[in-house]
């Protein structure tokens, strides 16, 4: 397939609140150098897809809050391709959104949907597996997915069990388990026919739109009363978003469907969701300390992650194991790393707080 046919949406619009209180709502974690690579989350995204897609054809969908920022980081995309949701609805709407969109520009258009905020290593192989599910998806009638080898009993990710089938690079999906207990996690593991759900999809326009007709036709039809690429669409869009649905890809098309397809990949993946993804891919002093600091004494402490926001403060810490220890400009966080599912929680009693909210 040409190069022109191939797009590539980018989503942007989420808040991380596992990851506060770094990750802000004013400043969200994909709009920051988490590992200090010199390249924001989104920015690596970018670099990644831009070996094959041209910037013409690479589309961001965020949050309205998040559009300059967005430009800002990212001034190689056209600005009209940086879309501004009007509220968060989860990843069908935008999907559909944003398929609408390409398919008014080019009908035969095959996309590929990238969260913004994920590491991978291995980006020689990624590309390769995007090449191979591109392939796939304009040949045939297949919502294709990346599927990862999981490497622990992980409750914060999604499951795919496939098919087994012979020598072969890619399989059909059974079922799809969204973050299970950790005693199914564990079972998973051990059954050797799972992988994780990366969250990267690729599919026809034709295909995915046949999909949302069928399992979502209520969403299709709302999305049907605006016209694409024209000056009435964003005032369409802010009709039709209050009373659309507030589902995920995954619960709404990809769990109904009987044409998903997964390729198994090794791409040294990380949806570097939560402060323990962070440490398990930082670098780390001979302790197992990961920290981000020039001044700094410790003493007895190990497996930590400390992440200070002024660089030219001193820290000392004694007698600290396996903790996080993040200093913003507004919130100091002291918590064991076993707790960091827990973050989410503490970010909503904020609420009860009096003026909490500056806090988020």
């Known amino acids: 397939m040409s190069r022109s046919d191939k797009y590539c949406v980018i989503m942007a619009g989420g808040i991380g609140s596992r990851f506060w209180p770094m990750s802000t709502q004013k400043f969200p974690k994909q709009f920051q150098d988490i590992l200090g690579t010199g390249r924001t989350m989104i920015q690596q995204t970018y670099d990644r897809i831009s070996k094959i897609i041209p910037n013409e054809n690479i589309f961001v969908i965020t949050n309205k809050e998040y559009v300059s920022l967005s430009h800002q980081q990212l001034p190689e995309i056209p600005e009209e ?6 509220m968060a609805k989860n990843t069908s709407a935008c999907n559909l959104y944003m398929a609408n969109k390409i398919a008014e520009i080019d009908p035969n258009a095959t ?8 590491l991978i290593l291995k980006e020689d192989i990624f590309l390769q597996k995007v ?4 392939d796939l998806a304009a040949k045939n009638d297949y919502l294709v997915t990346l599927g990862i080898t999981p490497t622990r009993p992980d409750t914060g990710y999604g499951y795919i069990q496939f098919v087994e089938k012979k020598d072969s690079s890619y399989f059909k999906i059974k079922t799809f388990t969204e973050k299970p207990m950790l005693e199914l ?3 998973f593991l051990e059954s050797g026919d799972f992988l994780w759900n990366a969250g990267i999809f ?3 326009v034709k295909s995915i739109h046949h999909a949302f007709e069928t399992h979502l036709p209520e969403m299709t039809q709302h999305f049907k009363a605006c016209e694409y690429n024209a000056e009435s669409e964003q005032s369409c869009i802010e009709i039709i978003y209050p009373k659309v649905q507030k589902i995920s890809i995954d619960n709404g098309i990809l769990e109904k469907a009987k044409n998903v397809y997964v390729i198994p990949s090794d791409l040294g993946w990380s949806d570097l969701g939560t402060w323990t993804s962070v440490y398990e891919n930082a670098e780390k002093d001979e302790n197992s300390n990961a920290i981000n600091q020039k001044y700094l004494l410790t003493y007895n402490s190990e497996g930590n992650i400390v992440h200070i926001k002024n660089n030219n403060k001193m820290v000392v810490i004694d007698g600290l194991k396996d903790y996080i220890v993040v200093d913003t400009d507004k919130v100091l966080l002291i918590c064991p790393r076993e707790h960091d599912q827990l973050i989410k929680d503490y970010v909503l009693d904020l609420k009860n707080f009096k003026k909490g909210e500056k806090f988020m």
């Open 81 to 86: 391709n940086v879309i501004g949701e009007p």
């Open 111 to 118: 996309m590929i949907v990238l969260p913004a905020d994920h």
């Open 131 to 134: 090449e191979l599910a591109f």
């Open 185 to 187: 996690a564990q079972s």
């Open 202 to 204: 690729i599919w026809s």
